[in-house]
């Protein structure tokens, strides 16, 4: 029977004699399921044999809350599990748990069994949560934009300080303080908390933010944005806040309901420049916006996802009256599949609608290349409208993977710092509809790019993405972007 249990030590077992006996804590980085060892020919076969979880034990938490690591894990005190089933579960475990980004190592193994009696060690290494850093950003839409028209110029950068508090409580809760000038004048508080209920299912997050911009852009211009600018004035100002509830029944989805309150105002020069930025040539729009919001992940790596799936969709009202009408649905997805030991193949889709079709505001009609809904090789452009979405497909192969070892001091301990290389090609096809195009050639029209890159991935999910696209206006370059999903 026993041997049965030394193939679900994880990474770290080797074949035990017919006895119970506990198994040293492992290495932090110590279990890989390829190092299991194969257990030796039984007497007869007990493939419908359960094993009893007894007891889990935890280690490593200084700072996150016992019940925050078993909310995540698969599997329960008292639950019984074939072996196959439970070696698939400690592996589920550990993916789940680096996934809520709370730490940088994780192990899941068995600590010690007595027949079929199972305890489990689940050890954990936390990063650093709180991080008050200084605030240094362009505002344009992607980097190249920024260094190439815009000659990385100093008036197009916010600056300021930021407070990131990442597990203020232990609950996985998140605080975000900001305080910037330079482009935009700005001021926002947002906290995020998992959990407030005992059954650790409801959450909520609240956000305020208030500013105001000497610049604005006020029109798109042969499929680009066009910007105003008063030196002497502020051309916008501006207050948005927005309370969530989030359901979490099991694991891998999160459902939002959210209302918000929005409140802009722009001076008189830009409803003169264009009288459809607002309706009817308004200076200023008040209005309240209910939504019902899903987000789904089982991949293996949220930061970087090399296989599994990704959704995120959202359902809203924005508005009650003519002044500010609109219904809107935004659906994303991508799914990743391994093609080999260190490659990948990914597709990621994207769609957007809103309604009525007809007499949508400039304010409203933002589709292609705002956020991370983008075409790669289409950095320089906007494409406006009312629907519309894209579909990118990428072939990825990890080309190199190496650590970086930082010395230690009395406080703190060693450090090694992972560095994973990808070479990558990949191809875009995208469309977006338009009834008031007015002089943009981009919308209306099916939109294809190609090309080939380089990511490099490393702590704390930082991700820089080096790529060479091609678009069918027959123009190619390099371009940089930190997003990795979508």
């Known amino acids: 029977m026993v041997w049965l249990l030394a193939a679900v030590l994880t990474t770290v077992i080797t074949v035990l004699p017919a006895r119970a006996q506990t198994i040293p804590e492992p290495a932090i980085d110590s279990v890989r399921l390829t190092d299991i060892a194969a257990p030796p020919t039984p007497m007869s076969s007990p493939d419908d044999s359960l094993f009893h979880i007894k007891r889990i034990f935890v280690t490593g938490n200084r700072k996150t ?7 995540e894990l698969p599997f329960r005190v008292g639950d019984n599990y074939r072996l196959q089933d439970l070696v698939q579960n400690f592996e ?11 730490f940088h190592e994780v192990v899941v193994a068995l600590k010690s069994f007595n027949g079929y009696d199972v305890e489990v060690l689940v050890q954990v290494k936390e990063r650093w949560y709180i991080f008050p850093l200084p605030y240094f950003k362009p505002v344009d839409r992607n980097l190249n934009q920024w260094l190439v028209e815009q000659k990385a110029s100093l008036s197009r950068v916010n600056y300021g300080v930021k407070l990131l508090y990442n597990n203020v409580t232990g609950f996985n809760d998140k605080l975000r303080l900001y305080a910037i000038t330079g482009y935009t004048q700005q001021f926002s508080l947002g906290y995020d908390r998992m959990y407030i209920d005992r059954a650790m299912k409801w959450g909520m997050n609240v956000n305020v933010a208030l500013g105001k911009n000497r610049e604005i852009n006020y029109k798109t211009i042969d499929d680009k944005q066009a910007f105003l600018k008063d030196e002497n004035d502020y051309l916008r100002n501006f207050f948005n806040s927005s309370l969530e509830l989030t359901y979490r029944r099991a694991i ?20 003169i420049s264009n009288p459809s930025y607002f309706k009817f040539g308004r200076t200023q ?8 919001g899903m987000n789904y ?20 009202k924005r508005g009650l009256n003519n002044t500010m009408n ?3 649905i935004n659906a994303k997805g991508m799914g990743s599949w391994h093609t080999g030991k260190n490659s990948f193949f990914s597709l990621a889709l994207a769609g957007s609608l809103k309604a009525p079709f007809r007499r949508q505001p400039y304010f409203n009609k933002r589709i292609l290349g705002y956020g991370d809904v983008f075409m790669q090789g289409y950095e320089y452009y906007v494409v406006d409208g009312v629907a519309g979405g894209y ?7 990890k080309i190199v993977s190496f650590k970086i070892r930082i010395p230690g001091t009395r406080k703190l301990a060693p450090q090694q710092i992972p560095i994973n290389i990808y070479g990558k090609t990949f191809g875009n096809l995208g469309y977006v509809y338009d009834p008031e195009p007015g002089n943009n050639i981009l919308s209306n029209r099916v939109l294809v790019s190609g090309g080939f890159g380089i990511d490099v991935f490393t702590i704390y999910d930082w991700t820089v993405k080096f790529e060479w696209s091609f678009n069918q206006l027959g123009q190619n370059g390099l371009y940089l972007h930190r997003k990795t999903i979508f």
């Open 65 to 71: 809350k016992e019940p925050v690591i078993l909310r």
């Open 92 to 102: 589920k475990a550990r993916k789940q748990l680096m996934n809520t980004t709370l």
């Open 252 to 271: 891998k989805t999160r459902h939002r309901f959210g209302i918000a309150y929005v409140s802009e105002r722009v001076s008189d020069s830009v409803a």
């Open 285 to 292: 729009v008040r209005y309240p916006e209910i939504y019902y």
């Open 297 to 316: 992940f089982d991949v293996d790596y949220i930061p970087y996802p090399t296989k599994g799936y990704v959704a995120d969709f959202t359902v809203g």
């Open 326 to 328: 609109m219904w809107y």
């Open 391 to 397: 579909a990118k497909a990428t072939f990825a192969k």
